[in-house]
T-cell receptor, first 116, second 108 residues
Framework: DTEVTQTPKHLVMGMTNKKSLKCEQHMGHRAMYWYKQKAKKPPELMFV???????INESVPSRFSPECPNSSLLNLHLHALQPEDSALYLC???????????????FGPGTRLTVL | QKEVEQNSGPLSVPEGAIASLNCTYSDRGSQSFFWYRQYSGKSPELIMS????GDKEDGRFTAQLNKASQYVSLLIRDSQPSDSATYLCAAGGGKLQFGAGTQVVVTP
């Protein structure tokens, strides 16, 4: 089973709203990732959690706040977003370690975010 | 700066033909390579991983790796309209580095 789930599938929010994206995996993976993908571009890494600790923050603006409550769950809290933050937000997980040379990342279905 | 390069396409392939996708990478330290398929509006789906020089086959897909030339390729045999998608090449060994993707269009 290589399933990563994400909710919601679609989200529309205003610039003053606070919302959260959720990601869950039950594969026993210990590394989880948030990516942002704009149209016709590859996924762009935002955050990496390894063993429930934040290991990589790719200089993401503070209006994005990640949280890893346990090894199966990953949240992305959104506040005061801008229209240019509209994108497909992807969660991924991998088995062992975010920087392991052969670790395979499996992606969830994504959340399509629109900021008005 | 680690880079992964792919031709953006579109690569037009007649149904039943072989689609050949190419990818080069700049970091000689990369040890793992992945091909993801992404349909429009959907998330990337892993179709192949390869770690050693040579060929790896899985159904209609064959990945080829040449570390000396820093080159990875993907062959899709007997291409079907359902293979029409963007194919992302990625290099591991640290953070995953993605290429820009190659759009493949299989024409009936």
């Amino acid at each position: 089973d290589t399933e990563v789930t994400q909710t919601p599938k679609h989200l529309v929010m205003g610039m003053t709203n606070k919302k959260s994206l959720k990601c869950e995996q039950h594969m026993g993976h210990r590394a989880m990732y948030w990516y942002k993908q704009k149209a016709k571009k590859p996924p762009e890494l935002m955050f990496v959690y390894s063993y429930e600790k934040l290991s990589i923050n790719e200089s993401v603006p503070s209006r994005f706040s990640p949280e890893c409550p346990n090894s199966s769950l990953l949240n992305l809290h959104l506040h005061a977003l801008q229209p240019e933050d509209s994108a497909l937000y992807l969660c991924a997980s991998s088995q062992v370690d975010a920087l392991a040379s052969t670790d395979t990342q499996y992606f969830g279905p994504g959340t399509r975010l629109t900021v008005l | 700066q680690k880079e992964v390069e792919q031709n953006s396409g579109p690569l037009s392939v007649p149904e039943g033909a072989i689609a050949s996708l190419n990818c080069t990478y700049s970091d000689r330290g990369s040890q793992s390579f992945f091909w993801y398929r992404q349909y429009s509006g959907k998330s990337p789906e892993l179709i192949m991983s390869i770690y050693s020089n040579g060929d790896k086959e899985d159904g209609r897909f064959t990945a080829q790796l040449n570390k000396a030339s820093q080159y990875v390729s993907l062959l899709i045999r007997d291409s079907q309209p359902s293979d029409s998608a963007t194919y992302l090449c990625a290099a591991g060994g640290g953070k995953l580095q993605f290429g820009a993707g190659t759009q493949v269009v299989v024409t009936p």
